[in-house]
């Protein structure tokens, strides 16, 4: 739905940084079907070479193009809304030393990638999102900006990705009852991310719809 919200409207985006992020959504959208339907390829299409091997399993795609990749994007997608250069200097930082230390622990915990979430990379991942995020607020309080605030996508971006990794974070501490032999958490974990998706996404959705576009916001490729 925020996909194709953004592909409706990318008229209104095109000249501006928000382009991005309806092309991080295009992205993020065809990652989630690839990563629902890889069980199904694996257990009865395609990919069933592949099944009893260390791959077996999803979590190393999830880890990547979301905990991670995610990370990225936001981490570039800041870079080109705020105006303050040592906050963007900050955030770059941040990003860089976020994917240094991602990596180094995947290298050191190889095999549970393909086992498991990690909570390292969810929580430091959540960090670098809370660090973009109030950056990105006390800009706009310290602007002009704050008067019109509600008609900006990036605020409809900022608050619904600050929540979304606020409910779901903590989620990654009570991995170890995710089994079969807890099915009343393994229910409970599945509408705690149904429900922050969907509020997630309508969010996005509801701001590339009625935000407003300002064309001092234009950015270079």
Do not use: H
């Not at 985006?13 to 079907?33: E, N, R, S």
């Not at 086992?115 to 809370?130: D, Q, Y």
């Amino acid at each position: 739905m925020a996909a194709m919200s953004g592909l409706i409207f990318y008229r209104k985006y095109k000249y501006i940084a928000a382009k991005f992020f309806v092309w991080f959504l295009i992205y993020i959208a065809i990652c989630d079907g690839l990563s629902m339907s890889y069980n199904s390829f694996v257990k009865n299409g395609f990919l069933n070479f592949i099944d009893g091997t260390i791959i077996e399993k999803n979590f190393w795609w999830s880890t990547l193009y979301w905990k991670i990749g995610a990370i990225l994007f936001f981490v570039f997608y800041y870079q080109k809304i705020l105006k303050n250069r040592r906050d963007k200097n900050i955030i770059k930082w941040a990003g860089g030393i976020f994917l240094i230390v991602s990596i180094a622990y995947i290298i050191s915990c190889f095999q549970d990638l393909f086992v498991r979430s990690l909570p390292f990379i969810n929580i430091l991942g959540a960090l670098v999102i809370l660090l973009c995020v109030i950056l990105y607020f006390i800009e706009i309080l310290q602007s002009e900006k704050v008067l019109t605030f509600y008609k900006s996508l990036n605020f409809y971006i900022s608050s619904s990705i600050l929540i979304w990794w606020l409910i779901i974070t903590p989620l990654v501490f009570y991995d170890i009852y995710f089994s079969t032999s807890d099915w009343d958490f393994v229910f409970l974990k599945w509408q705690i991310y149904l429900f922050a998706n969907i509020f997630m996404y309508t969010t996005f959705t509801v701001g590339l719809i009625v935000s407003k576009t300002d064309r001092n916001q234009v950015v270079n490729e």
